[in-house]
């Protein structure tokens, strides 16, 4: 098996130390090349041959936005991971980064002055994402068949699943993580402007980029995008993001729904975690829920997606061909917890369509009528 090729591009003679020097240490890693701006990253790409490519946001001559546009005339595919700050300003490059065709991204500690910190951030959340975006491409065996499945539920734990009916939706609930900013950005101006149900989101992401991410899939969709905020109250058409670093849950309000937001322990190292809001939207949903389970490294979504079952809910889980990483709604899928497994492209359609059972209103997706021209 041979290793990832790595090729890491930043400014800072601390930070590529820092990163050259943790990545080396894995034994299914190695380091291509570095480079200390866009211009050189450009010119070693053809000469190193990478896999993968992590890329700093801000940097003189050519930053990350320009080397990644200029990349992306030659190298579709070649995945990229933006390694950028957390500040407002960061997000908004990265976000821009991940319209433009970054894979995905990583959050630079606050103080990169504290080499531990700092080694720790790459060791938790670099190294396991290099690992993911790559497992296809250097032929490394991390599929589904090779990770350990869940814990199963002992069989007293379980409650009697619900007899599947035709129940009509009230809710859209959508956990994702990798790959999840492009992926929701397709989806959800796909949905109209009538959409008849509220939707909760949660979207692995730090504070400051949840906020971000809301504000310009409202710009772009239909319905109304918001970051999520205590005793708002879920209407349809609106949808609500979880902020970043709490965890977001629904709570019965007299005849309303309201949101609540809260600071418990992370859970599968998430916070936001969908388990923790598809708990919740299962709770008080019951078999009138409707989960979907889209692109993402790790487990997260898998036993909220197991209530939502147990309640007599519906799952939807995304193709293993359309995701970036095929993690999240992989265990879903193979569990046999999803009533339809589906390339992204044809989820606003199913989605749309399980929403119409029970209600006159025609909610057909947003772009179906530019399809319908003679």
């Given at each position: ?23 080396s ?43 990644l ?36 991204y ?45 814990r ?24 994702v ?21 509220p ?57 309303s ?21 598809f ?30 079952k147990?309640?007599?809910?519906q ?27 589906l ?31 003679n």
């Amino acid at each position: 098996m041979r290793k990832i090729r790595i090729l890491v591009v930043d400014d800072s003679v601390v930070v590529r130390r820092m990163v050259t020097s943790v990545l080396s240490e894995d034994p299914l890693l190695e380091i291509a090349g570095v480079a200390a701006n866009g211009r050189i990253a450009l010119s070693k790409v053809p000469q190193v041959n990478p896999d993968i490519i992590i890329l700093d946001v801000e940097m003189p001559e050519l930053n990350g936005l320009e080397t990644l546009a200029e990349l992306r005339k030659t190298y579709m595919l070649l995945p990229v991971i933006m390694y950028s700050t957390l500040t407002t300003r960061g997000a908004e490059a990265t976000l821009d980064a991940l319209t433009l065709g970054a894979t995905d991204y990583v959050t630079k500690p606050s103080n990169v002055g504290n080499a531990a910190q700092g080694m720790e951030c790459i060791r938790t959340e670099l190294i396991p994402k290099i690992k993911a975006i790559c497992s296809r491409t250097a032929g490394l065996e991390l599929s589904l068949a090779n990770m350990p499945p869940p814990r199963a539920k002992q069989a007293q734990e379980r409650k009697a699943p619900v007899s599947p009916r035709a129940d009509r939706v009230d809710i859209l609930a959508i956990g994702v993580s990798t790959g999840g900013p492009n992926a929701l950005a397709e989806l959800l101006p796909a949905l109209p402007e009538n959409f008849p149900v509220p939707i909760v989101i949660v979207q692995h992401m730090p504070p400051i980029f949840t906020r971000l991410l809301a504000e310009r899939l409202s710009a772009q969709s239909q319905v109304r995008v918001d970051e999520g905020a205590p005793a708002r109250t879920l209407e349809p058409a609106e949808a609500w993001v979880a902020p970043g670093d709490y965890h977001m849950v629904v709570a019965r309000d007299g005849p309303s729904v309201r949101l609540h937001t809260y600071q418990g322990p992370p859970e599968n190292s998430c916070r936001p975690a969908v388990d923790v809001l598809f708990r919740s939207v299962a709770e008080i949903y019951q078999s009138h829920a409707l989960a979907v389970v889209m692109t993402g490294m790790g487990q997260d979504g898998f036993r909220g997606s197991e209530r939502i079952k147990d309640a007599g809910g519906q799952v939807l889980a995304q193709d293993e061909a359309t995701s970036v990483v095929w993690g999240m709604p992989g265990f879903v899928a193979n569990a046999g917890l999803a009533d339809k497994v589906l390339p992204l492209v044809e989820l606003a359609p199913e989605i749309c369509r399980r929403v119409r059972v029970g209600r006159e209103v025609s909610v057909a997706p947003a772009l179906a009528s530019n399809s319908i021209k003679n």
